[in-house]
T-cell receptor, first 113, second 117 residues
Framework: EAEVAQSPRYKITEKSQAVAFWCDPI?????LYWYRQILGQGPELLVQ????????DSQLPKDRFSAERLKGVDSTLKIQPAELGDSAMYLC???????????FGDGTRLSIL | AQKVTQAQTEISVVEKEDVTLDCVYE???????LFWYKQPPSGELVFLIR??????QNEISGRYSWNFQKSTSSFNFTITASQVVDSAVYFC??????????????FGAGTRLAVHP
């Protein structure tokens, strides 16, 4: 089982609905990442936090996606409204920063009907 | 622009065969890091190795070995005497500490390895 905790493990919802994912990083890891992995592709970074601050959200579709890490520990990623093209695996990772290895959670597999 | 190419989409081998997974990267920077991750069917990405651009020594860890060649921008991964448990998708990734973000990883598309008994 991954040290980075994510929930839910699976989520099925209809388009236009709101969806939220939660991530609890490894204790002491200041840097937290959200990635999206479309089937058959490598993960792509959506947003990166250093403590509670966003340092990179250039690939986050801000019209429908939002992310927060209010106390610099756990984080929530939200989609509203969900679209069919959002069906993917959403992965959370954390690291000590710099170029230390990123450690990933089990991911949330999202299916939009 | 940074890019990672894993040209092998799928590889199928029989147990105990050796297998090499190719990774070619592009970057204009002289300082960067390369990574390999394993993704079993459960979905979690498992860290295997990190190598910085100044260390071209090959590395061996048990049945795993990595060949980093800066001259050809390649960072290939070999599994010796493959086992069924090695079946997974393997990703190569590039990180450039000066790209503006903190340790942003650029992943290749992955190579799916199937090891048959």
């Amino acid at each position: 089982e991954a040290e980075v905790a994510q929930s839910p493990r699976y989520k099925i919802t209809e388009k236009s609905q709101a969806v939220a994912f939660w991530c609890d990083p490894i204790s002491g890891h200041a840097t937290l990442y959200w990635y999206r992995q479309i089937l058959g592709q490598g993960p792509e970074l959506l947003v990166q936090f250093q403590d509670e601050s966003v340092v990179d959200d250039s690939q986050l579709p801000k019209d429908r996606f939002s992310a927060e890490r209010l106390k610099g520990v756990d984080s929530t990623l939200k989609i509203q409204p969900a679209e069919l093209g959002d069906s993917a695996m959403y992965l959370c990772a954390s690291s000590r920063g710099g170029n230390q290895p990123q450690h990933f959670g089990d991911g949330t597999r999202l299916s939009i009907l | 622009a940074q890019k990672v190419t894993q040209a092998q989409t799928e590889i199928s081998v029989v147990e105990k065969e050796d297998v090499t997974l190719d990774c070619v990267y592009e970057t204009r920077d002289t300082t960067y890091y390369l990574f390999w991750y394993k993704q079993p069917p459960s979905g979690e990405l498992v860290f295997l190795i990190r190598r910085n651009s100044f260390d071209e020594q090959n590395e061996i860890s048990g049945r795993y070995s990595w060949n980093f060649q800066k001259s050809t921008s390649s960072f290939n991964f070999t599994i010796t005497a493959s086992q069924v448990v090695d079946s997974a998708v393997y990703f190569c990734a590039l990180s450039d500490p000066f790209s503006g973000g903190y340790n942003k990883l650029i992943f290749g598309a992955g190579t799916r390895l199937a090891v048959h008994p």
